[in-house]
Nanobody, 126 residues
Framework: QVQLVESGGGTVQDGGSLRLSCAAS????????MGWFRQAPGKEREFVAAFRWTYYGISTRYADSVKGRFTISTDNAKSTVYLQMNSVKAADTAVYYC?????????????????WGQGTPVTVSS
């Protein structure tokens, strides 16, 4: 049974930083595609950042709205994925969800994800 548990959400000031964590059990990070999505009130869930494994190693991708500000990383020994959020804006306010696909090379989307965490809320205050 795969379980994803997010933590690290909270309230942060505009321009500040926050780090989210996602602890995976029942599956190793090194043989999964994983990532982060977010859902703001009244909006659809959207992609934020993800990685997958290719012949050449790890491949990351980011939504244009967070590129250059957010960084996804992994700690394989801890089976944990992180999302470092810098220079946050009000538009980053949302519930952030961790997702996992058992297909390590797949491009992670809301459709290809097999498992989801319960979500952790992030509020950016001005």
């Amino acid at each position: 049974q795969v379980q994803l548990v997010e933590s690290g959400g909270g309230t942060v000031q505009d321009g500040g930083s926050l780090r989210l964590s996602c602890a995976a059990s029942g599956r190793t990070v090194s043989n999964s595609a994983m990532g982060w999505f977010r859902q703001a009130p009244g909006k659809e869930r959207e992609f934020v950042a993800a990685f997958r494994w290719t012949y050449y190693g790890i491949s990351t991708r980011y939504a244009d709205s967070v590129k250059g500000r957010f960084t996804i990383s992994t700690d394989n020994a801890k089976s944990t994925v992180y999302l470092q959020m810098n220079s946050v804006k009000a538009a980053d306010t949302a519930v952030y969800y961790c997702a996992l696909s058992e297909q390590s090379g797949v491009v992670l989307t809301t459709t290809t994800a097999d498992y989801w965490g319960q979500g952790t809320p992030v509020t950016v205050s001005s």
